[in-house]
C-alpha cells in the first residue's frame, strides 16, 4: 500500500509547472529531512546533523566585482531525540545570498512523537527567525532614491508539518512563513523622498515521501519525491495563486550499498538533472560525507551550467531509555 502511495505521488507531479521561491533548495533533501519539516525531528530515534554547503550556477559572471553572481548556501541542522518525552527537538540554520538579497533563516522546532503501526507519525511546530539584508544594486539610475541600499529587517515566524517514519516508508507534509511576515527596507541613506520597498515572507509548503526497496541483501534502493508549492499570499491576487511558477518538485532514486556507499539520481522540474555519490565511515558508520552535482539541462539562458552541493553528516547510534527495573522482596516492592 505504501509503495501504490509513493507511485502515486511520483506520478502526480508530472504537471506541476515551475516554481520560483524565496527559500533555498538543496538536491540532498532525501538526505536533510530537519530543513524540509519541523516533525522530522528525533523521530529516527538517532541524533543527527548535518552540514551543507552550495555553490549554484558555478562561475555565473560577475565581472563588476559586486554582490551579484552565483547564489550561495550554507547550512547546518540537528535533529535530536527526546525518549522520556516520546519527541524530539531540532534545528535548522542556514545563510543564503542571492544577488543583493542576504538572508540569514534560524529555526527551532519540537515533535511529539506517537506509535502508529510499525512506525512513528510526529507533529512538530516550529519558531523561525529571519534576517533579511539588501545590499548594492546595479541600478541604471544611480541617482534613484527609490532603490534600497545596504538596508536590512527582521521577523519571527512560524511553521508545523507532520511526519510518518517507518523501516520502509516515511512521508511529510509541512508548512512554514504562516504569519507571512513583511520586511520593509529603506530608500537610499539620506534620501527624504524616496519609497521604501517590501518583501512578503512566501508561504512555503513542502510534501516529501520515500520507500526503501530491498533489492538485495546489500542493496537498498529508495525512490523519493519532493513537491514544493509557494501558497498565495496576503495581497490577495487571484493572478498570483494561478501563475504557473508557485509550484515544482523534484523526483529521483538512491542506491545504498552495505549501508556505506550510495549513488543516485535526481530531477529537478523544468531545471536540473543531478547526480549523487556518498560514504559513510567509522563506528556504525555515523560518519557520512555526499557530493551532490546538477547539471542545468533546461532553461539555463544566461545562468552557468552546473551546480555543486557538498554534504556532511554525523548519526549517533540509536538512543535507547533506560529504566530502573522493580526490585522486590517479601517484604517490599519498589
Not at 520507500?211 to 542493496?219: G, R, T
Amino acid at each position: 500500500m505504501k509503495g501504490i502511495v509513493l507511485v502515486a505521488l511520483l506520478l502526480s507531479v508530472a504537471a506541476v509547472p515551475a516554481l520560483a521561491q524565496q527559500q533555498p533548495q538543496f538536491t540532498h533533501y532525501g538526505l536533510n529531512s530537519m530543513y524540509l519539516n519541523p516533525a522530522y525531528a528525533g523521530i529516527t530515534g538517532q541524533t543527527e546533523v548535518n552540514v551543507i554547503g552550495r555553490y549554484q550556477y558555478l562561475n555565473l559572471g560577475n565581472s563588476l566585482g559586486d554582490d551579484n553572481g552565483s547564489p550561495r548556501t550554507g547550512m547546518v541542522s540537528a535533529s535530536i531525540p527526546i525518549l522520556p518525552l516520546s519527541g524530539g527537538v531540532g534545528l535548522a540554520v542556514y545563510y543564503d545570498q542571492a544577488g543583493v538579497t542576504k538572508m540569514t533563516n534560524a529555526a527551532l522546532s519540537y515533535s511529539q512523537h506517537i506509535k502508529l503501526g510499525n512506525g512513528k507519525l510526529g507533529v512538530g511546530i516550529q519558531g523561525i527567525y529571519t534576517y533579511i539584508g539588501k545590499g548594492t544594486y546595479r541600478a541604471i539610475d544611480p541617482d534613484d532614491i527609490s532603490i534600497p541600499a545596504n538596508s536590512s529587517d527582521h521577523k519571527f515566524d512560524a511553521g508545523a508539518g507532520i511526519w510518518y517514519e517507518s523501516p520502509k516508508f516515511y512521508a511529510g507534509l509541512s508548512l512554514n512563513n504562516l504569519l507571512r511576515s513583511e520586511y520593509t527596507f529603506a530608500p537610499k541613506a539620506g534620501s527624504t523622498q524616496g519609497i521604501a520597498s517590501q518583501y512578503l515572507g512566501e508561504n512555503h509548503a513542502y510534501l516529501t515521501a520515500g520507500y526503501n526497496i530491498e533489492a538485495s541483501s546489500s542493496v537498498t534502493v529508495t525512490p523519493m519525491v519532493l513537491v514544493k508549492a509557494v501558497l498565495p499570499g496576503r495581497y490577495d491576487t487571484k493572478s498570483k495563486y494561478d501563475n504557473q511558477h508557485n509550484y515544482s518538485f523534484e523526483a529521483g532514486a538512491r542506491a545504498t550499498f552495505n549501508d556505506q556507499i550510495w549513488a543516485g539520481l535526481n530531477y529537478r522540474y523544468d531545471e536540473s538533472v543531478s547526480g549523487l555519490l556518498g560514504y559513510a565511515f567509522g563506528a556504525d558508520n555515523r560518519y557520512r560525507i555526499g557530493y551532490a552535482f546538477d547539471f542545468i539541462a533546461f532553461n539555463q539562458a544566461a545562468r552557468a551550467f552546473s551546480s555543486h552541493e557538498i554534504l556532511f553528516s554525523l548519526r549517533l547510534p540509536k538512543a535507547v531509555l533506560l529504566t530502573r527495573p522493580a526490585i522486590r522482596t517479601p517484604r517490599y516492592s519498589f
